[in-house]
Every structure is written in C-alpha cells, then in structure tokens.
C-alpha cells in the first residue's frame, strides 16, 4: 500500500536555492513517442520566493513517472551552481512588455507548415504573462473566503513564445501594445480584470481555438472563455462558454485552468478543469462539448478527483491545473497541481478508473 502522504506525488521542488525551490505548478505534460523511444517532456513554472517572478521550466522523462529536471540554457557547472537548471524561459527585462513579473505555461503545440503559415517555430509555447501592475478587485466580487485574493499583482494577458527545441524560446509579438496576443476586456466586460491560462487546441487549418478564465467582476464567478483564430496569432473572441456550478457543488465558485482534448475517437471534445468551492479548496471536474465550440455541458455533478483525505497529505487543501495525456486505448493519465496544508505545491499523476474518465485514482508512487 502506498504511503498517503505521497500518493500520487511525480515533482517537487528544487533544491534550496534553485529557481524552483519555493513553488511548482501549471505543468504542461507531453509525451512523443517514435518507433526507437518514448519521450516526455513537462514545462511548468516555478519561483524562488514569493516576492520574486516565476518563469518556465523543464523537466524530461522516459516514462512520465519519475522526472529529470531539464539542462536548459545550463551549459557550464558555474551556471548550475547558480541554480538555473531546467530554466527555459525568463520575465521580460522590457519594462513596456506584458510578461516583466510572471511567466505562467499553459499549453505547448507543435506547429508545421501544413497547420498554419509560419517560417520559423517548431515547438509553439501559449503562456500567461503578467507585468508589474498591483490593482485591487472590486468589493463584492470576492467572496470573504478568498479575501487573500483581492489584491492582484500583475495584469495578466496571453502570449505566445516560439522554439525548434523546446529549450530556447523567442517570443512572438502579439497585437497588443505590450506584446501580449490581445488585450483583457474593457471596463464593465467579464473578462477585464486579467486573462489567464491561454490554452489551445488546433482543430483544422484556419481553425484554432483558444480557451482561457478570468474573474468577472460582475458575478465574482471565475469563467472560461472561447476565442478563435486562423493562424494562432490574431485573435476573434466570443465570450463566456463555462461559469460557475449549482450551490454547494465543487465549482461553485467557477472555473480555473483546464485542459480542453478532442476525443480520440472523433466523438467530441473533452475539458478538465479546476472547480472553485465556495470554501477556497479545489478539485477536479470533467466537461464535454460536440463541436468545442460555444455549448459544453458537465459530465456529472461531483469532481473526477479531490483533495486528498488525509490532512497529512502533500495535497490535502486543493488539486487543480489539470493536464491530460491519452496513452492509448482506455487508459489516461492526468497530471496535476497539489496543495498541501502548509501552502506548499507539488506536481502529482492519477490514472483513470476503468474505461472510464469520471474518476481518476491517485498513482501508487512509493511502497512500504
């Protein structure tokens, strides 16, 4: 029987003094296989400390089970001293761009000529940047549960970064002034107070789509929102798709990052996602959709994975940031954001139950 405390657990933090020795999270999971090898690939992000940005990050592995930090621009032992390894991608030094204080992944596609008109870029990184503006929430739309919560520190908008490598990454500049792919919405619109969590799904050439959240400061509900685009640079929005659920369900509150698949079998689109409770905590809950397009509709009314139930539990307060990966046939793996009782964040991995996708049992890590 696995220990509870680290059942599920893949990634935790760096060592003390590495870029990512305070905080882990937002993984974007990959897994390439060929005829001579099986490859993964996970970017994510991570800080030092609170007071200090985060940037992106990667780690590799043969079996997406157990994770090797990645060597990034790391090229002499000086430079790994100084704890930059698997560092990928940094904050903007421009102090007009809109990624100066956070750089959060959110999806990671790889592009070819055939998908969209493109020169360079194999690998294509939509990201969250936020700058350096401190604002507050308007009174009212944050419950008093999540009070911590009304002071923002950086607008975030989406982004969009290019690689051949997957390590070296040259950011694309948006329509937006500060770089960003477009802006938030205006005053009194739901998704003006930030755009989080850009994450993407290339149905067909000339259609690409885009689903993000943001907080609407009208309902004081977290919202997923739907845009769409021709070649994953110019952006048409179209509004709110997702909101928050039925009171006293585990997204009462609404809807955070998420990852949006196609089936496999041709038949629909399915989105995980983080619900918000009316309490602060987080869970996991399914979604489905026959076009991906504007109608989604719950799967059921409970979540496809909670927090753990043992308080001594790396993620016993919350688990969000759900990335799902199709491993063939019936089988998925979903990759996740932990939160334990001390604050503390980890990257964990639960496997579905059956032929099924409504519930996901925790991966047995470790062994007594």
Sequence with gaps: MAEVWSEGLVFGNGETGSWDSNRVG???VRRYVSDNEERWCMWYSGNTQEETGSSI??????????????????????????????VVMECSSNWWAF?????????VLIMSSAKVRA?????????????????????????????????IKGRMRPGLAMSNDGRNWAR?????????????????????????APQVVFHEA????????????????YSVGFARSRDGLRWLKFGKILEGGAQGAFDELGIRARHVVEHPSGDGYLMVYEGVAADG????????SETGLLKWERCQSEPILEPSEANTAWDSKGVGSP????????EWRLYYVGIGSNGCTAIGMATNVGDSLTRFNRWHSFHL
């Design 172 to 196: 694309i500049e948006g329509e937006h002034h500060s770089g960003a792919l477009f802006d938030v919405g205006t005053e009194g619109e739901w998704d003006s107070l930030f755009i989080a």
């Design 57 to 86: 990050g990667l780690a590799t592995s043969s079996n997406g089970m157990h994770w090797r930090r990645g060597t990034g621009k790391v090229e002499t032992d000086e430079q790994d001293e100084k704890g930059s390894v698997g």
């Design 281 to 288: 905590h987080t869970s996991i809950g399914l979604a489905r």
């Design 323 to 330: 990335c799902l990966v199709h491993m063939g046939g019936d």
């Design 99 to 107: 990624d100066t204080t956070q750089l959060i992944p959110s999806d």
């Design 206 to 221: 000339g259609d690409i789509r885009m689903y993000y959240h943001a907080l609407d400061p009208n309902t004081g509900l």
């Design 119 to 151: 020169a360079t870029g194999v690998y294509w990184l939509y990201y969250s940047g936020a700058d350096a503006e401190i604002f507050e929430l308007p009174a009212g739309v944050v419950p008093a549960i999540l009070a911590e919560e009304r002071v």
């Design 26 to 28: 937002s993984p974007v």
